[in-house]
Protein backbone atom coordinates (compact mmCIF):
# COMPACT_ATOMS: atom_id res chain seq x y z
CA UNK A 1 0.00 0.00 0.00
CA UNK A 2 0.87 3.22 -0.71
CA UNK A 3 1.78 5.79 2.39
CA UNK A 4 1.04 8.99 0.66
CA UNK A 5 -1.26 9.94 -2.38
CA UNK A 6 -1.26 13.13 -3.94
CA UNK A 7 -5.06 14.27 -5.25
CA UNK A 8 -5.67 16.62 -8.25
CA UNK A 9 -9.17 17.44 -7.58
CA UNK A 10 -10.07 19.42 -10.62
CA UNK A 11 -8.62 16.34 -12.51
CA UNK A 12 -10.27 12.99 -10.47
CA UNK A 13 -13.52 11.34 -10.24
CA UNK A 14 -14.95 9.09 -8.46
CA UNK A 15 -16.06 5.73 -9.69
CA UNK A 16 -18.14 3.37 -7.40
CA UNK A 17 -19.60 0.11 -9.25
CA UNK A 18 -21.90 -2.31 -8.94
CA UNK A 19 -22.96 -1.38 -4.77
CA UNK A 20 -26.63 -2.66 -6.05
CA UNK A 21 -28.31 -4.43 -3.37
CA UNK A 22 -28.18 -7.96 -5.02
CA UNK A 23 -24.60 -7.14 -5.50
CA UNK A 24 -23.80 -6.25 -2.16
CA UNK A 25 -25.56 -8.99 -0.36
CA UNK A 26 -22.98 -11.54 -2.53
CA UNK A 27 -20.20 -10.02 0.12
CA UNK A 28 -19.49 -11.92 3.21
CA UNK A 29 -22.61 -10.32 5.67
CA UNK A 30 -20.10 -9.23 8.22
CA UNK A 31 -18.11 -7.28 5.57
CA UNK A 32 -21.18 -5.34 4.55
CA UNK A 33 -22.17 -3.11 7.05
CA UNK A 34 -17.88 -1.60 6.90
CA UNK A 35 -17.62 -2.18 3.46
CA UNK A 36 -21.11 0.82 2.74
CA UNK A 37 -19.68 2.62 6.11
CA UNK A 38 -16.48 3.06 4.30
CA UNK A 39 -17.73 3.75 0.65
CA UNK A 40 -20.68 6.56 2.22
CA UNK A 41 -17.24 8.26 3.94
CA UNK A 42 -15.70 8.49 0.52
CA UNK A 43 -18.42 9.91 -1.40
CA UNK A 44 -19.15 12.36 1.11
CA UNK A 45 -15.55 13.83 1.65
CA UNK A 46 -14.98 13.84 -2.31
CA UNK A 47 -18.44 15.63 -2.49
CA UNK A 48 -17.61 18.27 -0.10
CA UNK A 49 -14.18 18.72 -2.19
CA UNK A 50 -15.56 19.34 -5.27
CA UNK A 51 -14.89 15.60 -7.08
CA UNK A 52 -17.47 13.99 -9.18
CA UNK A 53 -19.23 11.09 -8.34
CA UNK A 54 -19.99 8.72 -11.24
CA UNK A 55 -21.72 5.27 -10.34
CA UNK A 56 -21.96 2.83 -12.38
CA UNK A 57 -24.23 -0.13 -12.62
CA UNK A 58 -25.05 -3.51 -14.02
CA UNK A 59 -28.57 -3.72 -14.97
CA UNK A 60 -30.64 -5.38 -17.93
CA UNK A 61 -33.79 -5.06 -20.05
CA UNK A 62 -36.79 -7.63 -19.52
CA UNK A 63 -35.68 -10.58 -21.06
CA UNK A 64 -32.13 -10.34 -21.18
CA UNK A 65 -31.55 -9.41 -25.17
CA UNK A 66 -28.03 -8.33 -24.32
CA UNK A 67 -26.90 -12.08 -22.75
CA UNK A 68 -25.42 -14.56 -24.97
CA UNK A 69 -25.81 -17.80 -24.07
CA UNK A 70 -22.01 -18.59 -23.92
CA UNK A 71 -21.46 -16.06 -21.67
CA UNK A 72 -21.09 -17.56 -18.50
CA UNK A 73 -21.08 -15.02 -15.82
CA UNK A 74 -24.18 -13.39 -17.73
CA UNK A 75 -26.32 -16.53 -18.78
CA UNK A 76 -26.72 -17.81 -15.09
CA UNK A 77 -28.03 -13.95 -13.94
CA UNK A 78 -30.54 -13.86 -16.90
CA UNK A 79 -31.56 -17.64 -15.77
CA UNK A 80 -31.96 -16.04 -12.25
CA UNK A 81 -33.98 -12.91 -13.11
CA UNK A 82 -31.79 -10.85 -11.56
CA UNK A 83 -30.66 -7.53 -12.54
CA UNK A 84 -32.95 -6.42 -14.12
CA UNK A 85 -34.07 -2.91 -14.83
CA UNK A 86 -36.67 -2.01 -12.28
CA UNK A 87 -36.22 -5.04 -10.16
CA UNK A 88 -35.27 -4.12 -6.27
CA UNK A 89 -32.15 -6.22 -6.93
CA UNK A 90 -30.62 -3.88 -9.39
CA UNK A 91 -30.94 -0.62 -7.41
CA UNK A 92 -27.79 0.73 -5.69
CA UNK A 93 -27.92 0.39 -2.29
CA UNK A 94 -29.47 3.28 -0.06
CA UNK A 95 -27.09 3.42 2.17
CA UNK A 96 -24.57 4.88 -1.01
CA UNK A 97 -27.05 6.40 -3.01
CA UNK A 98 -26.51 9.03 -5.70
CA UNK A 99 -27.79 12.70 -5.14
CA UNK A 100 -29.31 14.53 -7.56
CA UNK A 101 -27.33 15.08 -10.86
CA UNK A 102 -24.90 12.46 -10.15
CA UNK A 103 -24.24 10.29 -13.12
CA UNK A 104 -25.39 6.62 -13.20
CA UNK A 105 -24.01 4.86 -16.26
CA UNK A 106 -26.11 1.81 -16.94
CA UNK A 107 -23.14 -1.57 -18.29
CA UNK A 108 -24.25 -4.53 -19.65
CA UNK A 109 -21.09 -5.82 -18.85
CA UNK A 110 -18.13 -6.58 -16.32
CA UNK A 111 -16.01 -3.41 -16.61
CA UNK A 112 -16.97 0.05 -16.04
CA UNK A 113 -16.25 1.26 -19.34
CA UNK A 114 -17.37 -1.80 -21.38
CA UNK A 115 -20.76 -1.02 -22.97
CA UNK A 116 -20.95 2.08 -21.59
CA UNK A 117 -20.09 6.22 -22.20
CA UNK A 118 -18.19 6.65 -19.40
CA UNK A 119 -15.17 7.24 -20.51
CA UNK A 120 -16.98 9.85 -23.25
CA UNK A 121 -18.18 11.44 -19.60
CA UNK A 122 -15.09 11.80 -17.93
CA UNK A 123 -13.39 13.33 -21.25
CA UNK A 124 -15.88 15.74 -21.18
CA UNK A 125 -14.74 17.11 -17.73
CA UNK A 126 -11.21 16.67 -18.68
CA UNK A 127 -11.10 13.89 -15.85
CA UNK A 128 -7.45 11.71 -15.93
CA UNK A 129 -7.83 10.33 -12.89
CA UNK A 130 -10.28 7.58 -11.87
CA UNK A 131 -10.07 6.11 -8.14
CA UNK A 132 -12.22 2.80 -8.14
CA UNK A 133 -14.71 1.16 -5.81
CA UNK A 134 -16.65 -1.49 -6.67
CA UNK A 135 -18.34 -5.24 -5.97
CA UNK A 136 -16.76 -7.28 -6.87
CA UNK A 137 -12.97 -6.74 -6.92
CA UNK A 138 -12.51 -10.20 -9.18
CA UNK A 139 -14.97 -8.96 -11.39
CA UNK A 140 -16.08 -5.34 -12.41
CA UNK A 141 -13.01 -3.92 -10.43
CA UNK A 142 -10.28 -6.02 -11.93
CA UNK A 143 -12.29 -5.20 -15.72
CA UNK A 144 -12.20 -1.64 -15.00
CA UNK A 145 -8.35 -1.36 -13.68
CA UNK A 146 -7.41 -3.10 -16.80
CA UNK A 147 -9.52 -0.89 -18.79
CA UNK A 148 -8.50 2.30 -17.30
CA UNK A 149 -4.82 1.99 -17.15
CA UNK A 150 -4.83 0.91 -21.05
CA UNK A 151 -7.07 4.05 -21.70
CA UNK A 152 -4.40 5.92 -19.83
CA UNK A 153 -5.78 7.06 -16.66
CA UNK A 154 -4.28 7.35 -13.94
CA UNK A 155 -5.71 4.82 -11.78
CA UNK A 156 -6.36 4.82 -7.95
CA UNK A 157 -8.20 1.55 -6.18
CA UNK A 158 -9.75 1.69 -2.77
CA UNK A 159 -8.55 -0.99 -1.34
CA UNK A 160 -11.49 -1.37 1.35
CA UNK A 161 -13.72 0.01 -0.64
CA UNK A 162 -13.88 -3.05 -2.59
CA UNK A 163 -15.32 -6.27 -1.69
CA UNK A 164 -15.29 -9.58 -3.08
CA UNK A 165 -17.14 -13.05 -2.17
CA UNK A 166 -13.37 -14.36 -1.59
CA UNK A 167 -11.17 -12.93 0.39
CA UNK A 168 -8.03 -14.63 -0.80
CA UNK A 169 -8.58 -13.40 -4.39
CA UNK A 170 -9.67 -9.60 -3.05
CA UNK A 171 -5.84 -9.62 -1.35
CA UNK A 172 -4.28 -11.21 -3.98
CA UNK A 173 -5.36 -8.48 -6.54
CA UNK A 174 -4.80 -5.94 -3.75
CA UNK A 175 -1.28 -6.73 -3.23
CA UNK A 176 0.25 -8.54 -6.35
CA UNK A 177 -1.83 -7.70 -9.18
CA UNK A 178 -3.53 -4.08 -9.51
CA UNK A 179 -0.16 -2.10 -8.08
CA UNK A 180 0.93 -2.78 -11.41
CA UNK A 181 -1.17 -0.43 -13.12
CA UNK A 182 -2.61 1.72 -9.98
CA UNK A 183 -1.89 3.37 -6.70
CA UNK A 184 -3.82 0.88 -4.14
CA UNK A 185 -4.54 3.18 -0.82
CA UNK A 186 -7.45 2.86 2.06
CA UNK A 187 -10.28 4.63 1.84
CA UNK A 188 -8.95 6.10 4.72
CA UNK A 189 -5.94 7.43 2.89
CA UNK A 190 -8.04 8.75 0.16
CA UNK A 191 -9.96 10.57 2.39
CA UNK A 192 -7.26 12.23 3.96
CA UNK A 193 -5.59 13.19 0.49
CA UNK A 194 -8.87 15.25 -0.11
Known amino acids: MANTLTIDKSRAAVVIMDYQNDIV ?12 QRARQVLDRS ?23 RNKTFSGISQSG ?27 RVGAFSTTDLSALLRARDIDTVVLM ?8 LSTVR ?12 SDGCGDRDDEVHHMLMEKIFPGQATVVTAQEFVDAL
Open 147 to 158: WAADADYCVVVL
Open 82 to 108: RMREGTPGAEIHSGVAPLPGEVVVTKR
Open 47 to 69: RQAGVPVFYVVVRFRGGYPEVSP
Open 25 to 36: GMVPPEQQGPLL
Open 134 to 141: GIVTSGCV
